[in-house]
């Protein structure tokens, strides 16, 4: 195989839905064939894949005047793949003081992404 099929060809397994789809994307210039999703969704996933790679952070920040001492926390949608550890210092810098319901905003538009930063818990107060 050569060096220019291996750059218009790659493999991924679509993350969109529990099925896992294995799909086979080829470069065509500007375009993208896909080839393996069962749905539309798998399609759009590979193309957004290949070009502006987007996640989703689930982890915690720290939690004051609580029982607990983490704060579940997610981002609203997607971020840019390239920023996920510029995401993560930030939220390392964070402490928030019950009480907090779940869906609070913690932090608005991180790193101007236009994404926020949510709980995933309610949590009362002390």
């Known amino acids: 195989m050569s060096l220019e099929e291996v750059l218009a060809k790659k493999e991924l397994t679509c993350i969109v839905c529990p099925m896992g789809c294995k799909l086979s994307v080829e470069c065509l210039g500007d375009d993208f064939k896909v080839e393996g999703n069962n749905c539309k969704r ?7 894949e290949l070009t502006n790679p987007k996640r989703v952070i689930t982890t915690t920040v ?3 005047n609580s029982y607990l001492h983490l704060l579940p926390v997610k981002t609203e949608s ?7 550890f510029e995401v993560m210092k930030e939220l390392d ?3 928030v003081d019950a009480p907090i319901k779940v ?3 913690i932090i608005k538009n991180i790193l101007n ?14």
């Open 103 to 105: 869906g609070d905003i």
């Open 42 to 48: 798998g399609e759009k996933y590979a193309k957004e």
């Open 62 to 64: 720290k939690l004051g």
């Open 113 to 126: 992404t236009g994404v926020n930063i949510v709980s995933a818990k309610t949590v009362e107060k002390l």
């Open 78 to 84: 997607s971020i840019p793949k390239n920023l996920m």
């Open 93 to 95: 810098k964070i402490k």
